[in-house]
């Protein structure tokens, strides 16, 4: 049977007790019923996973000892970095959801031109806080151990000169087609996605400025949501661990 796999944000190792966060003691105990003494598994990013049992708990918290440490290979070869414009709502958690199970290893979510959804202050500290909470659950149901990385939300021009990589900018008249990088090698890149209004002219210079270069994933113009976690997945098959 599968053991529910719960993050810890703190040190981990064997032989360990660790007082558990008031959310993964209330999803443990009132949630999946779970008693002193069941196994659980926790992580906390460092790449292992920790096989763990239950100790004493009440309605307030519970505590785990740590019984072993495990490695977990898990992520991809290539270390892909998504520089998402943000989407509204459940857009955007579907996206950062999706694209950490998908093996992506860093988002960079900006704002643009043409971006429905601007952020400052308390709000976007808030939305910062709630998408790594999407991306952590994320990791907890994909077997992830290393949490992707989710930046503040910034200007585009800032983010794109975080590029890792090759830089590609999604075009369906790009004269770069996704098989004509079959064979090179590819360590890393940042993939760019506009938001729901598209790349502007003006943030389309920004990027080429930033060495982001046109690829043609296929005829069709895609969705914000969707053009990002299909390019995922297709350089995950060219060039990664799916396939």
Known sequence: MRLTRCYVDGPLAPGAEVLLPEEVANHLLRVLRLSPGDACVLFNGDGHDYAARLLAADKRQARA?????????TESPLRITLLQGIARGEKMDFILQKATELGVARVLPVESERSEVKLAGARADKRLAHWRQVVIAACEQSGR??????LPPQP??????LREGRGFLLDPQA????AALRGTPLAACTLAIGPEGGWSPRDRAQLEAAGFGGLRLGP?????ETAGLAAIAALQA??????
């Open 175 to 178: 004269k770069t087609a996704l």
């Open 156 to 161: 585009l021009a800032a983010a794109a000169a």
């Open 238 to 243: 060219l060039a990664g661990d799916l396939g």
């Open 220 to 224: 069709r113009v895609l969705r914000t």
């Open 145 to 150: 151990a290393r949490v992707p990385q989710v």
């Open 65 to 73: 000892q740590v019984l072993t440490a495990r490695a977990v290979a």
